[in-house]
């Protein structure tokens, strides 16, 4: 389905999981100088993966969708400057990925490591890529 405004991820019959995707893309499509909307559509989305994984049995089905709603917003905030805001976004993402591990910590280590040089932490940043460089890769058995 074409993703046209952020109300599309709220159409009759999508279930949880696709209407945070569909806040995600909108979010990611938006132009730069939009930030308003996609920003606001990217915080609903953390919004409905937290509701979602407190609401599950087991939680940590839906971490990685709460990890990735929070890098988008991550990187959102950094394309328009607010490092100081992305950084512990991007800390969350990091925290709820380490019992994932995989591409899903290095993604989120990438993104911290992107958020701490923004900050000008440059020696926190090349040891978060070193970390990132360190996570072994997914069993492929």
């Given at each position: 389905?074409?993703?046209?405004g952020?109300?599309?991820?709220?159409?009759?019959?999508?279930?949880?999981?696709?209407?945070?995707?569909?806040?995600?893309?909108?979010?990611?499509?938006?132009?730069?100088?939009?930030?308003?909307?996609?920003l606001?559509?990217?915080?609903?989305?953390?919004?409905?993966?937290?509701?979602?994984?407190?609401?599950?049995k087991?939680?940590?089905?839906?971490?990685?969708?709460?990890?990735?709603?929070?890098?988008?917003?991550?990187?959102?905030?950094m394309?328009?400057?607010?490092?100081?805001?992305?950084?512990p976004?991007?800390?969350?993402?990091?925290?709820l990925?380490?019992s994932?591990?995989?591409?899903?910590?290095?993604?989120s280590?990438?993104?911290?490591?992107?958020?701490?040089e923004?900050?000008?932490?440059?020696?926190?940043?090349?040891?978060t890529?070193?970390e990132?460089?360190?996570v072994p890769?997914?069993?492929p058995?």
């Amino acid at each position: 389905m074409t993703r046209n405004g952020p109300d599309d991820a709220t159409r009759k019959g999508s279930s949880d999981v696709e209407a945070i995707e569909g806040l995600l893309a909108f979010a990611q499509t938006r132009p730069r100088w939009s930030g308003s909307a996609a920003l606001k559509s990217a915080s609903e989305a953390i919004a409905k993966s937290r509701a979602l994984a407190l609401a599950e049995k087991s939680p940590g089905e839906r971490t990685a969708l709460l990890a990735r709603c929070l890098r988008t917003t991550a990187k959102l905030l950094m394309k328009r400057g607010r490092a100081t805001e992305a950084l512990p976004l991007a800390q969350e993402a990091v925290a709820l990925t380490r019992s994932l591990g995989g591409g899903a910590l290095v993604t989120s280590l990438v993104c911290l490591a992107s958020a701490q040089e923004a900050l000008h932490r440059y020696s926190d940043a090349a040891a978060t890529i070193a970390e990132a460089d360190q996570v072994p890769p997914p069993d492929p058995g």
